[in-house]
């Protein structure tokens, strides 16, 4: 079945800290991956996304993610957080039909 | 406008009135979505329209009810909802037809729905 798992529910950093959100994926064939963010009262906007090639891939805001596909995963990254990274983060994998499996998301709270 | 749209950005209905949801993309994209969030659960595929035709129907109760007039345009109509519907409901289209996983989509702020 093809899914993908967010493993942390919510992540609190300082900022200026680095971060690294997980995402593993379960797909039977060659996985599109993709990471969004959600700010509150807003819908959701492509930080990056993966194909092929490069397995690590860059991406807006400073993030970047790498592509490990004997760990089946996809995680997230950011060398230096700012107070307005807080928001809410979703992996997704491209599905048969067009559509984006998602996982549950990571929320990001940034501590001063 | 740019993006995607949707329209109302927040809605309070009984459970036995008849609405609509809005979603207008003016991104000249072939396809377009419906998506639920709830709290707690993961996003959930609910509609998918590629050149205007609907190609998937996620098991959705029949009390949702999708239209797709035009390219640009999708509507939700709800009727005798639930409690338990209430949730953020996201469009987003893409550029490509059916059967495009590469595609990027691009998602509007969402219609919050309470159903009381």
């Known amino acids: 079945a093809q899914s993908v798992t967010q493993p942390d529910i919510h992540i609190t950093v300082s900022e200026g800290a680095s971060l690294e959100l997980r995402c593993n994926y379960s797909?039977?064939?060659?996985?599109?991956l993709f990471w969004y963010v959600q700010s509150p009262g807003q819908g959701l906007q492509l930080l990056l996304k993966?194909?092929?090639?490069?397995?690590l891939v860059q991406g807006i805001k400073g993030f970047e993610a790498e592509f490990k596909r004997s760990q089946s995963s996809f995680n997230l990254r950011k060398p230096s957080v700012h107070w307005s990274d807080a928001a809410e983060y979703f992996c997704a994998v491209g599905a048969t039909q067009g559509n984006l499996i998602f996982g549950k998301g990571t929320k990001l709270s940034v501590k001063p | 406008e740019t993006g995607v749209t949707q329209t109302p950005r927040h809605l309070v209905m009984g459970m036995t009135n008849k609405k609509s949801l809005k979603c207008e993309q003016h991104l000249g994209h072939n396809a377009m979505y419906w998506y639920k969030q709830s709290a707690k659960k993961p996003l959930e595929l609910m509609f998918v329209?590629?050149?205007?035709?609907?190609?998937e129907n996620n098991s959705v109760p029949s009390r949702f009810s999708p239209e797709c007039p035009n390219s640009s345009h999708l509507f939700l109509h709800l009727h005798t909802l639930q409690p338990e519907d209430s949730a953020l409901y996201l469009c987003a289209s893409s550029q490509g037809t059916s059967g495009g996983r590469t595609d990027t989509q691009y998602f509007g702020p969402g219609t919050r729905l309470t159903v009381l």
């Open positions: 993966y194909f092929s090639g490069d397995t």
């Open positions: 797909y039977g064939a060659t996985p599109y």
């Open positions: 329209y590629s050149l205007e035709e609907r190609v």
